[in-house]
């Protein structure tokens, strides 16, 4: 009993040492914030794209009549 109890005791040592996980998870958090604010900046520039072709394509249906 007292073996495992050692044996847990020293993964939780190796685990709480090791900065690796720290490091995936924070480029996790970076990845997440990059594409929620390119999510936005598509979705913002979207509508005005839109609103452009759809100028477009009016002036050139009056330009034809």
């Not at 040592?13 to 914030?33: F, K």
């Amino acid at each position: 009993m007292r073996k495992g109890l050692a044996t847990i005791h020293q993964f939780l040592i190796a685990v709480t040492r090791d900065q690796a996980g720290a490091t995936a998870i924070e480029y996790a958090l970076i990845a997440a914030v990059i594409s929620a604010v390119l999510i936005g900046a598509m979705s913002y520039l979207g509508m005005g794209v839109a609103d452009l072709y759809d100028g477009v394509a009016a002036n050139a249906a009056e330009a034809m009549n």
